[in-house]
């Protein structure tokens, strides 16, 4: 896993995660940690805690995303989950944005889109 690219890792981790292969999603970030001169890595790094709390705080999703986003904006699930945390803290127009990204960044993954219309739908659009 050593010469993986970072984005790869960062979906490895999360397969592990919705695995509940816990231990391996937690051994694959943090091998992403320690390449802190990548920025695909720092985003994935800072992102991955916020989704896998248990906790589930759509405040400390939204700044995690954020930061992620501020590594790799082009990231659509750094959006997506930005989208759904602003969502969840009732900040419709920036979810709305968000999840608009997410949807313009990866036209081929329907769970931003789906999100985004039934948003636009809770608000009558």
Same mark, same amino acid.
């Given at each position: 896993? /050593?010469?993986? /690219?970072?984005?790869? =890792?960062? =979906? =490895?981790?999360?397969?592990?995660? +919705?695995?509940?292969?816990? #231990? ?5 970030? /943090?091998?992403? $940690?320690? $390449? &802190?001169?990548?920025?695909?890595? $720092?985003?994935?790094?800072? &992102? ?5 709390? +248990?906790?589930? /705080? ?6 995690? &995303? $954020? ?8 990231? %659509? ?7 759904? &945390? ?6 419709? #127009? ?9 949807? #313009? ?6 769970? %931003? ?7 636009? =739908?809770?608000?009558?659009?």
């Amino acid at each position: 896993l /050593d010469q993986t /690219d970072s984005v790869i =890792l960062g =979906l =490895l981790s999360l397969a592990h995660h +919705e695995l509940g292969q816990h #231990e391996e999603a937690a051994g694959v970030a /943090d091998l992403l $940690r320690t $390449r &802190a001169e990548d920025a695909a890595a $720092r985003a994935w790094s800072s &992102a991955l805690p916020a989704v896998y709390a +248990e906790s589930n /705080d759509p405040t400390q999703t939204t700044e995690a &995303a $954020r930061y992620a986003l501020s590594q790799d904006e082009g990231n %659509p699930f750094f959006s997506f989950w930005l989208g759904g &945390a602003y969502a969840a803290l009732g900040e419709a #127009e920036l979810a709305d944005d968000a999840l608009a990204r997410a949807t #313009e960044a990866s036209p081929g993954w329907p769970m %931003p889109a789906v999100m985004l219309a039934q948003l636009r =739908l809770q608000r009558g659009r």
